[in-house]
Nanobody
């Protein structure tokens, strides 16, 4: 079974930046659309951004517009989530997930495989 690995989480002060990375365990992400999701404490998992296998990006969460971007690193074969101007309300576990469909989706059940998540905490 395919699974993903997220990395790059940690503790950061408000206004700071983090860069998360998503990689496939033994496979490349090139042929998949990759979504990034966030699960805040006590809340449901929500879609925040997605990148298609063609490189198109979709922002699902209004709260991250202008602050978060998603991209592919073709050298490292990863999908990167750059997070700037972080706020305490960004705190949560961040997951990446893949679907074979070339289009992105904001719906959790439409993603086939998931990583275990990486914790991001924004606090002074």
């Amino acid at each position: 079974q395919l699974h993903l690995v997220e990395s790059g989480g940690g503790l950061v002060q408000p206004g700071g930046s983090l860069r998360l990375s998503c990689s496939g365990n033994g496979f490349t992400l090139d042929n998949y659309s990759v979504g990034w999701f966030r699960q805040a404490p006590g809340k449901d998992r929500e879609a925040i951004l997605c990148i298609t296998n063609g490189g198109g990006t979709v922002v699902y969460a209004d709260s991250v517009k202008g602050r978060f971007t998603v991209s592919r690193d073709n050298t490292k074969k990863t999908v990167e989530l750059q997070m700037n101007s972080l706020k305490p309300e960004d705190t949560g576990i961040f997951y990446c997930a893949i679907r074979a469909n070339p289009a992105c989706s904001p719906y959790v059940p439409r993603y086939l495989f998931w990583g275990l998540g990486t914790q991001v905490t924004v606090s002074a």
